[in-house]
C-alpha cells in the first residue's frame, strides 16, 4: 500500500476532485496554505495499491495545472526600503509525495 499526498492550488481542487472521483480513487482533502506566497492550497491523502500510483499520478496530473501570476518582489526577496515591483512566478501544478504504509485500516 502507498500513501499519496497531493497538493494543488485552490483553483484546481474540483477539477482534482472530480477526476479523482471519476477514476473510482477516494481521497481526503485538507484545506491547507503555502509558505511561499501564502496562498490557499488542498491536500489530497490518497490511499492505493502500488500498481496504482501512477494512474493516481495521470489523474493530478491532467486535472491540475501550472499557471503565472504576478506578486509584489518582496514577497520573492524581501528588499528592506526598496520599492516593490510586480514578479511573474510559476504556480499550480500538484506536488506529490508517495509514501509506503505499513499498516492500514477502516473502522
Do not use: W
Not at 484546481?12 to 490557499?40: C, E, H, P, W
Not at 511573474?88 to 501544478?93: D, N, Y
Amino acid at each position: 500500500m502507498k500513501l499519496v499526498y497531493a497538493i494543488v492550488n485552490n483553483d484546481d481542487t474540483y477539477a482534482v476532485n472530480k477526476g479523482l472521483q471519476k477514476a473510482g480513487i477516494r481521497a481526503t482533502k485538507l484545506s491547507s496554505t503555502g509558505g511561499f506566497l501564502m496562498a490557499g492550497n488542498t491536500t489530497f491523502m490518497i490511499c492505493c495499491e502500488d500498481a496504482q500510483v501512477d494512474m493516481v499520478i495521470e489523474v493530478l496530473k491532467e486535472h491540475s495545472r501550472k499557471r503565472k501570476q504576478f506578486v509584489p518582489s518582496s514577497v520573492v526577496t524581501e528588499p528592506i526600503n526598496e520599492k516593490s515591483v510586480p514578479v511573474e512566478v510559476s504556480i499550480g501544478g500538484a506536488t506529490i509525495f508517495v509514501t509506503d504504509i505499513e499498516r492500514f485500516e477502516q473502522v
